[in-house]
């Protein structure tokens, strides 16, 4: 059986958030992403607003841009625990 996601939009003023972070920290976005270990491609979809992260890369980023408390929970709410690096299969694969 194939299981088909639905594409979850990320909640309004999450791509700026993280923009915003990222330039704060200094960094251009082919650092930030090399630091978190995304694409840079990745990186410009969720900035444009155009992906969620998943859970492991929510924390990736976190941690590569020094988010503060409110910008952490604010990019924890918006991950999904079923795709990317985070979906249960990629376990088993």
Request: no cysteine; net charge positive; glycine share 10%.
């Amino acid at each position: 059986m194939v299981m088909v996601r639905e594409r979850r939009t990320p909640p309004e003023g999450f791509g700026p958030m993280l923009r915003a972070a990222r330039e704060r920290a200094g960094m251009g976005q082919r650092e930030a992403a090399r630091r978190a270990g995304v694409s840079q491609g990745h990186l410009w979809l969720l900035e444009a607003g155009q992906r969620v992260p998943s859970a492991a890369v929510a924390e990736d980023l976190a941690g590569a841009l020094a988010l503060t408390a409110e910008e952490h929970e604010q990019l924890r709410a918006a991950a999904v625990d079923d795709a990317g690096r985070s979906n249960p299969a990629r376990a088993t694969a």
